[in-house]
């Protein structure tokens, strides 16, 4: 069964830093594109980032870019999402998620989904 | 204000057939596939369609969807209580070089 567990989530003031973890578990995660998404409390889904199997493509939203850093260590079935700078608007449920398809990103879908891990930036 | 834009609101009484739109742009639904996901209140998003109108193993084929042009579209045919969730549109942006989301549309079963 594929799984994929998110943690490192909290309360965190304006300015600060959290670092979210996602492990894989129940398949190859190392050939697969893997995607940050977040979704505000009452409101949509918004992607983050994305990162392609090997790591050497990248890409961020616009809202994230220059403060939020994307990484995996394969042999880890790990993810992670690093976030400096964080802002009010950054408050929400992240979710790490799990690109399939060819090796196009854009034809990809987000087949599977962790349960999230809340960040709430406040003073 | 979401790239893609869908209805806020939709509904429907039981066997009902409920369509939800989804108005893009050249540079995403124009030019790349369109995804549908469900999140049921409480949980994580699911895939419902994929690559315009696939449906993954286990989605029930009362869900349908289809695309033209800049615009895309979900039906749900037969609809039942436990469709009621807020649904999403998604593509790739090839201007902004990532995904976009549409704003979800909720579905309410009378």
């Known amino acids: 069964e594929v799984q994929l567990v998110e943690s490192g989530g909290g309360l965190v003031e304006p300015g600060g830093s959290l670092r979210l973890s996602c492990v894989g578990s129940?398949?190859?995660?190392?050939?697969?594109?893997m995607n940050w998404v977040r979704q505000a409390p009452g409101k949509g889904l918004e992607w983050v980032s994305c990162?392609?199997?090997?790591?050497?493509?990248?890409y961020f939203a616009d809202s994230v870019k220059g403060r939020f850093t994307i990484s995996r260590d394969n042999a880890k079935n790990s993810l992670y999402l690093q976030m400096d700078s964080l802002r009010v608007e950054d408050t929400g449920f992240y979710y790490c998620?799990?690109?399939?398809?060819?090796?196009?990103?854009?034809?990809?879908?987000?087949?599977?989904w962790g349960r999230g891990t809340l960040v709430t930036v406040s003073s | 204000q979401s790239v893609l834009t869908q209805p806020p609101s939709a509904s429907g009484t039981p066997g009902q057939r409920v369509t939800i739109s989804c108005s893009g742009s050249?540079?995403?639904?124009?030019?790349?596939?369109v995804n549908w996901y469900q999140q049921v209140p409480g949980t994580s998003p699911k895939l419902l369609i994929y690559?315009?109108?696939q449906r993954p193993s286990g989605v029930p084929d009362r869900f349908s969807a289809s695309k033209s042009g800049t615009s895309a579209s979900l039906a749900i045919s037969g609809l039942q209580s436990e469709d009621e969730a807020d649904y999403y549109c998604?593509?790739?942006?090839?201007?902004?070089?990532?995904?976009?989301f549409g704003g979800g549309t909720k579905v309410t079963v009378l």
């Open positions: 990162i392609i199997s090997t790591g050497a493509r990248i």
């Open positions: 998604a593509s790739w942006d090839d201007s902004l070089n990532g995904w976009v």
């Open positions: 690559s315009d109108y």
């Open positions: 129940g398949f190859t995660f190392g050939t697969h594109t």
């Open positions: 998620s799990r690109g399939v398809g060819t090796s196009v990103v854009a034809s990809h879908r987000f087949d599977a």
């Open positions: 050249i540079s995403n639904i124009g030019s790349e596939t």
